[in-house]
């Protein structure tokens, strides 16, 4: 139910966006999320934003990854400026209802290089 794409490798101070594509959930029910899991380390929290379109980030991105979602399209992005070496990971979407199940898309790899 969830695709996303556009990972890659760039280099330290560059740019990506990840689109999330969802299908077969009434995607303006669901909160949508960003989530990664770097090389030997747990999966962890990156961004979200609401149903209503508020947003809240990890310290670690705040300032450098933007959240956002076009309904019409059924898509979540995370725009991603700045990049470390540190935000190398496997970077995966997440859709959570209110109530209900939460379903998961795979994961994307971005690699950060020095």
């Known amino acids: 139910q969830l695709q996303a794409f556009g990972g890659g490798l760039v280099q330290a101070g560059g740019s990506l966006r990840l689109p999330c594509a969802a299908s077969?959930?009434?995607?303006?029910?669901?909160?949508m999320g960003w989530f990664r899991q770097g090389p030997g380390k747990q999966r962890e929290y990156v961004a979200r934003i609401t149903t209503g379109g508020m947003t809240n980030y990890a310290d670690s991105v705040k300032g450098r990854f933007t959240i956002s979602r076009d309904n019409a399209k059924n898509t979540v992005y995370l725009q991603m400026n700045s990049l470390k070496p540190e935000d190398t990971a496997v970077y995966y979407c997440?859709?959570?209802?209110?109530?209900?199940?939460?379903?998961w898309g795979q994961g994307t790899l971005v690699t950060v290089s020095s």
């Open positions: 997440n859709a959570e209802p209110v109530v209900g199940k939460v379903y």
């Open positions: 077969r959930i009434i995607f303006t029910s669901y909160s």
